[in-house]
């Protein structure tokens, strides 16, 4: 039995990823959306997996919920400073004086701090360190 399932907008939101990303992740076969309809949907406990997060019954509803990924051991606000020090070290990054980690409720962010007083808030939720570090490089380069 499928669970919840979720829209293409709504998949691609939660996965961070452009709905022509998406459409790649089904045509490579890393997703299996079902197809209700003409419309496609994707199972909320297929999504959680490729995040690493388990999805779990919300005792208090006839719902699932998205719950937080499980700790990985990895030390985030560590990965930040190594991350810090080699953005540093480019042309472009010179100018960059912190990346912070904060996780308040379920959301964890990155704050990038420049030399100038900018600061921009990155979305980390649910990446792996991995990915973490890809969010931060994405979310900098649009600077």
Same mark, same amino acid.
């Given at each position: 039995?499928?669970?919840?399932?979720?829209?293409?907008?709504?998949?691609?939101?939660?996965?961070?990823?452009?709905?022509?990303?998406?459409?790649?992740?089904?045509?490579?076969?890393?997703?299996?959306?079902?197809?209700?309809?003409?419309?496609?949907?994707?199972?909320?406990?297929? +999504?959680? #997996?490729?995040?690493?997060?388990?999805?779990?019954? @919300?005792? %208090? =509803?006839? !719902?699932?919920?998205?719950?937080? /990924?499980?700790?990985?051991?990895?030390?985030?606000?560590?990965?930040?400073?190594?991350? +810090?020090? #080699?953005?540093?070290?480019?042309?472009?990054?010179? @100018?960059? %004086? =912190?990346? !912070?980690?904060?996780?308040?409720? /379920?959301?964890?962010?990155?704050?990038?701090?420049?030399?100038?007083?900018?600061?921009?808030?990155?979305?980390?939720?649910?990446?792996?360190?991995?990915?973490?570090?890809? =969010?931060?490089?994405?979310?900098?380069?649009?600077?």
């Amino acid at each position: 039995m499928i669970g919840r399932t979720l829209t293409a907008k709504e998949a691609a939101e939660i996965l961070s990823v452009s709905k022509s990303t998406l459409d790649r992740l089904c045509k490579t076969g890393r997703l299996h959306p079902v197809m209700i309809g003409r419309r496609r949907r994707f199972a909320e406990d297929e +999504l959680a #997996a490729m995040l690493g997060v388990k999805v779990l019954p @919300d005792p %208090e =509803s006839e !719902e699932e919920e998205l719950l937080e /990924r499980p700790d990985t051991g990895e030390d985030r606000q560590e990965i930040c400073r190594g991350l +810090l020090h #080699a953005f540093q070290f480019t042309r472009y990054y010179a @100018d960059l %004086e =912190s990346l !912070e980690f904060t996780r308040e409720n /379920r959301r964890e962010t990155v704050t990038a701090t420049f030399a100038n007083g900018v600061t921009t808030d990155i979305d980390v939720t649910g990446d792996s360190g991995i990915g973490m570090i890809k =969010s931060i490089t994405r979310g900098l380069s649009q600077w």
